[in-house]
Nanobody, 124 residues
Framework: QVQLGESGGGLVQAGGSLRLSCAAS????????VGWFRQAPGKEREFVTA??????YYADSVKGRFTISRDNAKNAVYLQMNSLNPEDTAVYHC???????????????????WGQGTQVTVSS
C-alpha cells in the first residue's frame, strides 16, 4: 500500500507562484513514476506532469512554467508552479503508478494510488 498526501495549495494572484508537495508512505514509493493531475469544476481530470526515473513529462499548457522534482530521501515529490494564471485553478492530485507506466504516463487510469488533492485558486 502507498498513501499519498498533498499540501501547499492556496489562493494566489495571477503571475504568482506556489509549490505543492506530495508526501508518500508505504513500500517502494521511490521506485515508481509519480504524476500530478488537476481537476477543475465541471471538467475531467487533466494530466499536468510526471516523473519517471530521470525523465520528466509535462502537459503543453504548463511547459516552461511548472517543474516537477523528487526527493527520494524524503519520499516526496514537488510541483513548483510559476507564472500562474486563472486557468490553473483546480484541485491538484498526486498519483503513483506502480509499474512501467511510460507508455501511458498521462492517462489517469494508469495510476494506482491517489492523494486527496489540494486546492489551487488563482485570482485575476
Amino acid at each position: 500500500q502507498v498513501q499519498l498526501g498533498e499540501s501547499g495549495g492556496g489562493l494566489v494572484q495571477a503571475g504568482g507562484s506556489l509549490r505543492l508537495s506530495c508526501a508518500a508512505s508505504g513500500r517502494a514509493f521511490n521506485m515508481y513514476p509519480v504524476g500530478w493531475f488537476r481537476q477543475a469544476p465541471g471538467k475531467e481530470r487533466e494530466f499536468v506532469t510526471a516523473v519517471s526515473g530521470s525523465r520528466t513529462y509535462y502537459a503543453d499548457s504548463v511547459k516552461g512554467r511548472f517543474t516537477i522534482s523528487r526527493d527520494n530521501a524524503k519520499n516526496a515529490v514537488y510541483l513548483q508552479m510559476n507564472s500562474l494564471n486563472p486557468e490553473d485553478t483546480a484541485v491538484y492530485h498526486c498519483a503513483a503508478c506502480m509499474g512501467d507506466c511510460s507508455a501511458t504516463i498521462s492517462v489517469p487510469t494508469t495510476y494506482r494510488y491517489w492523494g486527496q488533492g489540494t486546492q489551487v485558486t488563482v485570482s485575476s
